[in-house]
């Protein structure tokens, strides 16, 4: 199993820097609380999610090529992070 982000138990949150499953995860209706850029390399953000226990498995099903999203969506919705990304520079 791939587990390619972090958690952090105290704030009740997930991060990782995946651009791929951030989109799938919203096309999915789940809810980006933040997008945070890492300390010390200005190119890279983290994707801050609530976590629980659906999400970790939602996590572990994208990384086995599990899910499918609509392509629209999923456009759509890459163009609204990447826009978000955009306005923190």
């Given at each position: ?39 010390g390399?200005?190119?890279r ?7 629980s ?15 499918l999203?609509?392509p ?13 990304i955009?306005?923190?520079?």
């Amino acid at each position: 199993m791939k587990k390619d982000y972090m958690t952090d138990d105290g704030a009740g949150c997930i991060r990782f820097t995946d651009f791929p499953l951030a989109v799938t995860m919203m096309c999915l209706e789940y809810k980006l609380i933040a997008i945070e850029p890492e300390k010390g390399n200005s190119r890279r953000v983290h994707f801050i999610f609530e976590k629980s226990e659906a999400i970790e498995k939602l996590v572990l099903a994208y990384w086995n090529g599990n899910l499918l999203v609509d392509p629209k969506k999923f456009w759509n919705v890459s163009r609204e992070i990447k826009s978000r990304i955009q306005s923190y520079k």
